[in-house]
């Protein structure tokens, strides 16, 4: 299973290099490009302690995973987006 999740470019901080979400079958890989370096982070689906999501009423939602004991955010998806994610990586999370 391989699924890619973009943030949109309209959403704050977005606009030239928006973050990604790769859903891949071992692990979630997590990109935040930018201009002169960018940041990638892989955290294996048994690592994953927690995922919450922030939903305002109007906007773009944020996604965080809480692994090793730290908070990784992203911001820039829709509801059902984030809604989506969160929903495969528990499903991975139960098949692991």
Not at 7 to 23: C, K, M, T, V
Not at 54 to 80: D, M, Q, R
């Amino acid at each position: 299973m391989y699924s890619r999740f973009t943030s949109s470019r309209i959403s704050r901080d977005n606009a030239l290099f928006p973050p990604q979400i790769i859903l891949e079958d071992n692990c979630v890989t997590i990109k935040c490009p930018g201009l002169f370096s960018g940041r990638s982070t892989a955290i294996a689906y048994e690592n994953i302690s927690h995922i919450s999501i922030l939903t305002p009423l109007v906007g773009f939602s944020t996604i965080s995973f809480f692994a090793y004991g730290e908070e990784v955010c992203i911001h820039g998806f829709t509801k059902s987006e984030a809604h989506e994610i969160k929903r495969i990586v528990t499903r991975m999370q139960v098949k692991q």
